[in-house]
């Protein structure tokens, strides 16, 4: 075992102590966010629709994204065609994911008040939750399917040069 000069330890054990001691508090500061359970940057990443990493299992398997594939347009030498579909999907999947991001947002923020107020109770809970699992969903989905699609607008050619 490494063994440390007399002189060190006096700082050593203190970071030791002052990680276990953020290990046992992981929520430490959330306690003053609006909605405890999101971020400010969450909150805002579901009210501007964005994909959050929802998308993985599309994106990292061949299936391009409509936003990556606007940023991504003279690279892949879209035709016009294909400038059009990519357009339609991106703003359909926007308008779903804005307005399901921004239902989640307000499902958090009714989940997180009766807690604030002492008054959680089971059923209501129960009730959110499950509302809020289906927003989620309808979120996570539109974002996969928006993937779907652009694969289908692409040729194999451009989805080999998208990856």
Do not use: W
Not at 77 to 100: C, H, M, N, P, Y
Not at 102 to 123: F, H, M, N, Q, T
């Amino acid at each position: 075992m490494k063994q440390f000069p007399s002189s060190c330890i006096g700082i050593v054990a203190p970071l030791g102590f002052a990680s276990a001691f953020a290990a046992d508090m992981p929520y430490a500061g959330q306690q003053t966010r609006t909605i405890k359970a999101l971020s400010e940057q969450e909150v805002s990443d579901y009210v501007e629709g964005r994909g959050m990493g929802s998308s993985k299992a599309a994106q990292l398997n061949h299936y391009p994204g409509p936003a990556h594939v606007i940023a991504d347009s003279s690279r892949l030498k879209l035709t016009g065609q294909q400038k059009i579909e990519k357009q339609s999907v991106f703003d359909a999947i926007s308008a779903v994911a804005k307005r399901s991001g921004a239902a989640i947002v307000a499902k958090e923020a009714k989940l997180d008040a009766p807690y604030a107020s002492g008054r959680a109770a089971p059923g209501a809970i129960k009730e959110l939750v499950t509302e809020l699992s289906l927003l989620r969903a309808e979120f996570h989905y539109a974002h996969l399917n928006a993937h779907l699609a652009m694969r289908t607008i692409l040729t194999p050619e451009q989805i080999a040069r998208y990856d």
